[in-house]
């Protein structure tokens, strides 16, 4: 069985914020399976399993907040026993400018506090995850980022997050089918801002959150 993580917070008021991307893309991974999540208490988050691509796959949505995201992971590993060369994690990234993507297969947390969290809970840094590029065009302080992560997008900043959304998408199915390495390839060199961006303008507890 594959395990695929989506990182983010629970409650509606961080729908459509850039910490909850990793939600996000799970959400569309399960929908295009015609599978439904549900609440587990053994894995602390909502888990949706079912064949995805012909592969057998749980996809986990952590509800414990953000910081403490590898409870959830950890509890479910307990109970479905899943190789870490099967496991891929999916979160934003504020160190990777908006319209990339990078999928690799090991590395640090590069200050991500989910996949912090994860490591440590883990022991080890050696799985694979998909990031996001969330970082603001313009300079921002490090208060305001964190407000910027936490607050729904707006205009043409949320139109190309959804288009980020279905690429991260395509690069989850590709490293299901074709593994980490093939998925690296076809997807870590496109960037979406460097296309026309004129179709966008004229479309219309303890834990923390971040």
């Not at 307990?78 to 870490?84: F, T």
């Not at 959304?165 to 395509?170: M, P, V």
């Not at 590709?174 to 690296?184: K, M, N, P, R």
Request: overall charge neutral.
């Amino acid at each position: 069985m594959r395990l695929i993580v989506g990182l983010g917070n629970p409650g509606r008021r961080y729908d459509g914020s850039p910490h909850n991307l990793g939600y996000e893309v799970v959400d569309m991974l399960t929908a295009r399976a015609g599978l439904k999540f549900r609440a587990s208490l053994r894995s602390s988050g909502l888990v949706a399993r079912g064949m995805l691509e012909g592969i057998d796959a749980a996809l986990l949505k952590p509800t414990t907040y953000m910081n403490l995201s590898g409870e959830a992971v950890g509890s479910f590993l307990r109970y479905h026993p899943v190789d870490l060369n099967e496991l891929l994690v999916i979160s934003d990234d504020t160190n990777l400018p908006m319209g990339r993507l990078r999928i690799r297969e090991g590395g640090s947390h590069g200050g991500h506090k989910g996949l912090l969290s994860i490591i440590q809970v883990l022991g080890t840094n050696a799985f694979a995850r998909l990031r996001i590029g969330v970082m603001p065009q313009a300079g921002i302080e490090e208060d305001e980022l964190i407000r910027y992560v936490l607050t729904p997008l707006r205009g043409e900043e949320r139109l190309l997050m959804g288009q980020m959304k279905e690429l991260a998408t395509s690069a989850a199915l590709c490293y299901l089918t074709e593994g980490v390495a093939s998925a690296a390839n076809k997807y870590n060199k496109k960037d979406l801002m460097a296309t026309d961006t004129s179709a966008l303008r004229s479309e219309g507890n303890g834990a923390s959150e971040t």
